[in-house]
RNA sequence: CGGGGCGUGGCGCAGCUUGGUAGCGCACUACUUUGGGGUAGUAGGGGUCGUGGGUUCAAAUCCCGCCGCUCCGACCA
């Protein structure tokens, strides 16, 4: 390919758009172009990339077993309803986009296709013997994000490959799981990104097992925890460590104090000289349930600790059986919109009376109590006073209605020790998720009763098991792993190209036969080779080489009347000037050991 | 949705406070020049100043509404 016949757009100033390195790069190289918030159209370089990627993955599922199938994007609200997730990814802040057509019919545009695909295996799965099967497919998925933002990482219309597994057995979804598992991380090996698997959290997806793929990256958008000994890796919202131990209480007078404007844990341990391990803070939260109930919630917490809202909303589905729409902490505003007394903010204690709900108009009438373990575990602490401007010191649960059960609420944090091997210590990075693989279980079978009859010849809902990968997103994360100040450095294995021949003067003409040469020469050998032929100053063209990111260069210029060529490679900035002949095969043998 | 910022040729911006000829750099076209890290010069093309209304003799500029984009928080591949 000529670098003249190619529509090289280039940048030199960056759009005003763009934020991170790699959204900068990719429109300023001209890989991408934004035609809404949140919409990119994949410019032609763009889209080699995207096929490279595309091709790996493609040879990996195929490697692993699974069928490549192309599902509709425009889903009838019939199989939404089915699932049960129509009314949650519709209504109030949903994501999915939807429409009626002419006669009246609802359709959303799929941001996921979990129930197309196991209303079909509903359908053509008949039997065990047919058992297990992995479809995927690589498709546009649309989502109406609450927030699009970095270009391709976070898109409303993105490229995704997702795959759904059947299942007659649980066994065989672990099975399958695990194949899957491995192949991601040869997907992503070959891609040329570090990506670290780690645990987390389900989410909306639902199911028992999952785990995501992060590319480390400062400009991820996830925390993630990795303890030092390299066993053990998680998202923060899933994380467990061992929190420091609190600094015991000596014991004292349990007396009320008063403690006006300390509201803060910060602003009351340092007048009263405790610490926050000594603590326990109370978060007043409300809930919204999936039958649109308030529910207001009091979290106990050591007050050295951070709350984590996933594990939160997790331990309150767990409890009260259903999802939950939206979780926040409590405003001055909305209590006063309830009729309500002011609450007691800055000085709650783990035993406020449900008194202060009485009255509500749509708030249910009681607190749903839930504590940390670290507050559970304290004997004696300081608390609120329940009453603005009071704490009560060296109090104890006995006291306050006895010791409540448990659970894990807080965020694991870095330099805390691990659960598997209290030597280890944690430490923390960012990082973008570029894939996510669950095991669903039969959540969306039974919710669709899609059915296959087992070897006793009874009907049994399918195990079921489904696989992410972005790959739009996965593109740019390479690019932000991989770049320098110059520009791109594309892994090899997905740059648009592999090779650009830049012909330093064209109009000198010992210069360009040589560049010609070359470049047939490196295309007979099958390398995928640009000849930049473009009227244009050696220094604009070197600029142009290396903001688009080619992994090798090889420079005709003013050593071609010896028949001498520089070879450079993008990634270090190598070069060794060489015979043509010599240069054209040592790139070669690089490329195709 | 809440809170900031911004909409002026393809890109980056100035002009707006104090109303009166729409400007700069990059990019683009032609010619000349240069020819190994975004060469220099000359000439040129391209803008309903996001949009609707209002004030005024006169609005990019002042006032009101709407739309869009973007950044910080709740969503996720």
Request: charged share 25%; aromatic share 6%; hydrophobic share 40%.
């Amino acid at each position: 390919m000529r670098v003249s016949r190619q529509m090289l757009v280039t940048l030199r100033d960056v759009p005003a758009e763009a934020e991170i390195a790699s959204h900068q790069l990719l429109l300023r190289a001209g890989y991408i172009r934004r035609v809404g918030s949140g919409i990119y159209a994949y410019l032609p370089f763009m889209w080699k990339v995207i096929q490279r990627i595309t091709s790996i993955v493609r040879e990996e599922m195929s490697r692993a077993g699974a069928l490549e199938t192309l599902l509709p994007q425009l889903h009838p609200s019939e199989l939404w309803k089915r699932s049960g997730r129509w009314q949650g990814y519709t209504a109030g802040e949903g994501i999915m986009f939807h429409l009626e057509d002419r006669q009246g019919r609802e359709l959303g545009l799929g941001p996921t296709h979990e129930e197309v695909i196991t209303s079909l295996a509903g359908e053509l799965l008949r039997s065990y013997r047919q058992l297990p099967v992995n479809l995927y497919q690589i498709q546009t998925k649309f989502r109406d994000e609450i927030r699009p933002r970095f270009g391709l990482m976070r898109g409303r219309e993105f490229i995704m490959k997702d795959a759904y597994s059947f299942h007659a057995t649980e066994e065989s979804l672990q099975a399958t799981y695990t194949a899957m598992d491995e192949a991601y991380r040869r997907i992503f090996a070959r891609c040329g990104l570090d990506a670290v698997p780690v645990d987390a959290d389900s989410g909306a997806i639902g199911g028992a097992a999952s785990q995501e793929f992060m590319v480390t990256a400062d400009a991820g958008e996830d925390l993630i925890l990795i303890s030092d000994d390299g066993l053990y890796a998680a998202n923060q919202e899933k994380a467990i460590s061992c929190p420091h131990e609190a600094i015991p209480l000596e014991t004292g007078e349990p007396i009320t104090l008063k403690t006006p404007g300390q509201g803060s844990i910060e602003s009351l341990c340092e007048t009263q000289g405790w610490h926050p391990s000594q603590v326990v803070k109370v978060l007043i939260l409300m809930a919204r349930m999936e039958d649109e109930s308030e529910k207001p919630l009091l979290v106990s917490l050591r007050a050295d600790q951070e709350l984590n809202q996933v594990k939160l909303v997790n331990a309150l589905s767990r409890l009260m059986d259903q999802g939950v729409l939206d979780c926040h902490p409590i405003t001055v505003e909305e209590t006063a919109r309830q009729g309500l007394a002011p609450l007691p903010l800055g000085a709650i204690g783990p035993d406020l009376d449900d008194a202060v709900l009485k009255g509500a108009r749509s708030w249910a009438p009681s607190f749903i109590r839930l504590a940390d373990n670290t507050a559970t575990e304290l004997d004696r602490f300081h608390c609120g006073g329940n009453n603005h401007d009071l704490h009560r010191c060296h109090s104890d649960w006995e006291t306050l209605g006895g010791r409540p059960g448990g659970q894990d609420l807080r965020n694991a944090r870095a330099g805390e020790a691990c659960v598997h091997n209290p030597k280890a210590r944690l430490q923390d990075k960012r990082g973008i998720e570029v894939g996510h693989i669950f095991q669903l279980g039969r959540k969306y079978s039974q919710a669709m009763d899609c059915r296959f009859t087992n070897e006793s010849g009874r009907d049994e809902a399918f195990w079921m098991g489904c696989y992410g990968i972005g790959i739009s997103r996965l593109a740019q994360a390479a690019v932000e792993q991989h770049h320098d100040d110059a520009g791109i450095c594309w892994p090899t294995a997905i740059a648009p190209f592999e090779a650009i021949v830049v012909v330093a003067n064209i109009q000198d003409e010992t210069q360009l036969a040589l560049g010609e040469a070359t470049y047939t020469t490196l295309l007979e050998a099958g390398i995928d080779v640009l000849l930049d032929d473009r009227k244009e100053r050696a220094g604009v063209k070197f600029k142009d080489a290396d903001l688009i990111g080619i992994p090798w260069r090889i420079v005709i210029g003013r050593d071609a009347a010896e028949g001498n060529v520089e070879l450079i490679e993008r990634s270090n900035r190598e070069m060794r000037k060489l015979p043509h002949a010599e240069a054209t095969s040592s790139l070669v043998s690089a490329l195709r050991p």
